[in-house]
């Protein structure tokens, strides 16, 4: 019913900077919460940045001041702006929204399909 699919992943020296995209797309009627988490082997999920429906952000201590989320609403869509990479961010990036389909009466999480960003040293 819904499908989050990510794009901007890829390969950047340190100090570099990426930019993560998120769409979602189907039967949706609202999003509330949107995030990024991101995962490598071995390691449970983490959480990056989360923005709120009414635009509030929370962000990982070890991203804050070097990346930015946002949303806009009107093309159901999540960005993730990462800036001054290390090769401690390299990890799997997942998408995330909690929606509300058409239909429905409650809030479900879905989950992008993820997109490998790679911090080379």
């Known amino acids: 019913q819904v499908q989050l699919v990510e794009s901007g992943g890829g390969l950047v020296q340190t100090g570099g900077s990426l930019r993560l995209s998120c769409a979602a797309s189907?039967?949706?009627?609202?999003?509330?919460?949107m995030g990024w988490y991101r995962q490598t082997p071995g390691k449970q999920r983490e959480l990056v940045a989360v923005?709120?429906?009414?635009?509030?952000?929370d962000y990982a201590d070890s991203v804050k001041g070097r990346f930015t989320i946002s949303r806009d609403d009107a093309k159901n869509t999540v960005v993730l702006q990462m800036s001054s990479l290390k090769p401690e961010d390299t990890a799997v990036y997942y998408c995330?929204?909690?929606?509300?389909?058409?239909?429905?009466?409650?809030?479900?999480?879905?989950w992008g399909q993820g997109t490998q960003v790679t911090v080379s040293s």
């Open positions: 995330s929204a909690a929606v509300l389909v058409t239909g429905d009466y409650r809030f479900n999480d879905y």
């Open positions: 189907g039967s949706i009627r609202r999003i509330n919460n």
């Open positions: 923005i709120a429906d009414r635009g509030s952000t």
